[in-house]
């Protein structure tokens, strides 16, 4: 026999929800509220009916969380392009005041855009009987707009009571939430089990070679297809290919493991349209579950709903070092330990894992005098620290302006000219993170075992904000094997920043773009003057180089395809947007090339001038010994076999990869550190535990 009662969806709206009687006539409203005693509540997402449709092609992508108190506990998966989805997903919540409604909100999966809502509901957790499974229909509503229909969302609960021993566990998962409370930024979007657990449990290794026959999209029966990647909250995208069904990417970047037995990682490809929304073309998945560690997988996936292969190589790897640990408890003081890592990195072992290049140590300690972010006065402040694509994140220290952390952060060292990152943000409930400060120091800038307060800075690390942080970084690394890996092509953050269109920052590009122009324009009004005989010996000197080097040069001119096709007014606008911004990165790009090269000159970074030396010294010593024709052969040699030695293998040029280290004018001043107050000065203390 079941017996129906009318509870309160999202909207105030009625649901229906059955339940069987109780026959024990036991129900949690003989339970006093004011109780704080803990329950366990046991859900099983069974499935949605008849969900709204939120792509273009009358589908939906949807996944369902559930909060409690305005915090996220639980997140389904994505089922993919269907509005009938079946989940049978299960979750254990532990819940401390029945008071609070469990909420239930359905979303529209997007990849690289914001998730469109598809509704809402809420469970009266009053109204449930005490050890009873109960099955429950949720009417999904949108308050904007109440008499939408939205679907339905099927649910299986019971709800125990947890006595005794249990209490312990609950206000340690209390803690947890807040913890894993969802903080998103442009530049920052951690996954659930990143925040509850910290550390992952390996690296997968994506090297992106190919697409065959993808299908056209254009009118001239063509693409520019690119690729994007997600593995959880952990997001890549592909540059575009212009004009192509066989797209040649050759791109390498990592994702991080945090679950044991691996994960799915969603493939879709697409075709970018100018001014419009960007064409699906097709998708496809890998199951990390399957694939042996410690081995590379060629993989040739078909893409579903589409045409067309992706070729990809995958390698599974163990996890990286990197931990987190308190300050109190300092493994690294043990000799042996210290010992054991100097002899890692030791001049001796320069060909053992080359891609091992260093060790680095962040110690967190505290922050002073930060902005204030809540209308209390106060903030819930808590730090994110970066290397490369390396995340690791400290407990939020609530109402406090002054927080204390005092964690140890470990890394492997990838690449010795990486700048490390430390963001303080201010925990919100259910919102996005308030950014409170940054600073970006770059490893070869850093004096080991130095407590230092560093004056946080804005956004675009061009000017200070409010408070400081102190921190105390070692690093500790092979510098041949850094040398070496300075030749090879740089590794890419997978979390990206949109471009967007700025009258100052293009304005700022511009004024770069004409010093590089205007120090060429001196050096020909310089070469000029040599024919002039203005000075006479150095005019006789340039005589003699000309006669000896002339050559002749062939200009070729490129000639750009015009679009004949019209385009509605805001589709211009669009168009005309996208070229700005195109041309705000290309003036970036062409002076950030002129800025390096003068910057690698001027001794900015000292190592870089210096491996510039070496390697000039050594490359005359071989042409002393050995004839240019010899080493142009062995050369040509080299760049014709490659591709039969290694057909995956990435292209790249030494030179413009030991030029992406050496920081731009823009980057000089992101990483120049600012004076603290004079209020802010720690005493300096030399450790020696890394030596």
Known sequence: MLDTCKLKSACNLPFVYNKKINTAGTSNAD???????????????????????????????????????????????????????????????????LREPLYIKVFDYDFGLQDDFMGSAFLDLTQLELNRPTDVTLTLKDPHYPDHYLGIILLSVILTPKEGEHRDVTMLMRKSWKRSSKFQTQSLRL????????????????????????????????????????????????????????PQ???????????????????????????KRDDFIGRCQVDLSALSREQTHKLELQLEEGE????????????????????????????????????????????????????????????????????????????????????????????????????????????????????????????SA?????????????????????????????????????????????AVKASLRTLIPKEQKYIEEENRLSKQLLLRNFIRMKRCVMVLVNAAYYVNSCFDWDSPPRSLAAFVVVEDMLEDEEEEDDKDDKDSEKKGFINKIYAIQEVCISVQNILDEVASFGERIKNTFNWTVPFLSWLAIVAL??????????????????????????????????????????????????????????????????????????G
């Open 617 to 690: 010294c050594v490359f005359t010593v071989i042409l002393y010994f050995i004839p240019l024709r010899y080493i142009v052969l062995v050369w040509g040699i080299n760049k014709f076999t490659k591709k039969l030695r290694s057909p995956y293998a990435i292209d790249n040029n030494e030179l413009l990869d030991f030029l992406s280290r050496v920081p731009s004018d823009v980057q000089v001043v992101q990483y120049q550190e600012l004076k603290p107050d004079p209020s802010h000065s720690p005493c300096k203390r030399k450790k020696n535990n890394l």
């Open 191 to 246: 996954s659930d089990v990143h925040r509850k657990s910290q550390l992952w449990r390996g690296i997968v290794s994506i090297t992106l070679i190919e697409g065959r026959d993808l299908k056209a999209m254009d009118s001239n029966g063509l693409s520019d297809p690119y690729v994007k990647f997600r593995l959880g909250h952990q997001k890549y995208k592909s540059k575009i290919m212009p004009k192509t069904l066989n």
């Open 434 to 478: 308030d950014f409170l400060g940054k600073v970006a120091i770059p490893l070869l800038s850093i004096q080991n075992g130095e407590q230092k307060a560093y004056v946080l800075k804005n956004k675009q690390l061009t000017g200070p904000t409010k408070g400081v942080i102190y921190l105390e970084i070692d690093v500790i690394f092979n």
């Open 308 to 431: 067309g292969h992706l070729v990809l190589l995958v390698t599974l790897t163990a996890s990286a070092t990197v931990s987190i640990s308190d300050l109190s408890v300092n493994s690294l003081e043990d000799q042996k330990e210290r010992e054991e890592i100097l002899r890692r990195y030791s001049p001796l072992r320069i060909f053992h894992n080359l891609k091992d290049v260093g060790f680095l140590q962040v110690k967190v300690i505290r922050a002073e005098g930060l902005m204030v972010a809540d209308v209390t006065g106060k903030s819930d402040p808590f730090c994110v620290v970066e290397l490369n694509n390396d995340r690791l994140l400290t407990h939020t220290v609530y109402k406090n302006l002054n927080p204390e952390w005092n964690k140890i952060f470990t890394f492997n060292i990838k690449d010795i000219h990486s700048v490390l990152e430390v963001t303080v943000y201010d925990e919100d409930r259910d919102r």
């Open 31 to 97: 339970v006093p509220l004011a109780d704080p005693g803990m329950y366990q509540l046991d859900i099983t997402l069974r499935r949605g009916q008849s969900l709204a449709a939120r792509d273009r092609g009358g589908t939906s992508d949807p996944y369902v969380k559930f909060k409690i108190g305005g915090k996220e506990v639980f997140r389904s998966k994505i089922i993919h392009k269907n509005l009938n989805p079946v989940w049978e997903e299960k979750a254990c919540i532990l819940v401390e005041h």
């Open 249 to 275: 990417w050759r791109e390498q970047f990592d994702f991080h493991l945090y679950e044991e037995r691996g994960g799915i990682i969603d493939i879709t490809a697409w075709d970018k349209d100018a001014g």
